[in-house]
C-alpha cells in the first residue's frame, strides 16, 4: 500500500516561491501516478500538476502552467512541486495524492480528486499581497 507525507508549506509574499515534498512509502515503484491538489477556504479541490514516477510525463493544470514545475528524486522517493511567481490566489492547503485508475492526465479536469484514492495529511501555503 502506497503512503504519502506532504511537507514544505509556509507564508510567503506574492512574486516569492515555496517548494512542497511529498515523500512516497510502501510501494514506491516506476510508472505510479503522484499528484498535487490545493483547497482554498470554501471552494472544491481542484488538481495542480501530475506526473508518472521515474522519468514519465507530467501534467498541469492552466493555471499553474509556466509557474509551477514538478519534478521528483527518485533515489529519495520524493515528488516536489516547484512554485514560483506565487500570487495571493494559490493561497491553499496543498496535497500530494496517488491514483492507480489511470486518470493521472486528467489532473487539469474538474472533478478529478475523485480518481484519487491516497492522500497526504496536507501542508498550508499562504501568499500576501
Known amino acids: 500500500q502506497v503512503q504519502l507525507v506532504d511537507s514544505g508549506g509556509g507564508s510567503v509574499q506574492a512574486g516569492g516561491s515555496l517548494r512542497l515534498s511529498c515523500t512516497v512509502s510502501?510501494?514506491?515503484?516506476?510508472?505510479?501516478?503522484v499528484a498535487w491538489f490545493r483547497q482554498a477556504t470554501g471552494k472544491e479541490r481542484e488538481g495542480v500538476a501530475s506526473?508518472?514516477?521515474?522519468?514519465?510525463?507530467?501534467f498541469y493544470a492552466d493555471s499553474v502552467k509556466g509557474r509551477f514545475t514538478i519534478s521528483e528524486d527518485v533515489s529519495k522517493k520524493t515528488v516536489y512541486l516547484h512554485m514560483n511567481s506565487l500570487q495571493p490566489e494559490d493561497t491553499a492547503m496543498y496535497y500530494c495524492?496517488?491514483?492507480?485508475?489511470?486518470?493521472?492526465?486528467?489532473?487539469?479536469?474538474?472533478?478529478?480528486?475523485?480518481?484519487?484514492?491516497?492522500w497526504g495529511q496536507g501542508t498550508q501555503v499562504t501568499v500576501s499581497s
Open positions: 506526473l508518472y514516477t521515474s522519468g514519465g510525463l507530467a
Open positions: 510502501g510501494n514506491f515503484y516506476s510508472g505510479i501516478c
Open positions: 495524492a496517488h491514483t492507480t485508475t489511470g486518470a493521472c492526465s486528467l489532473i487539469g479536469s474538474t472533478s478529478s480528486a475523485r480518481f484519487f484514492e491516497i
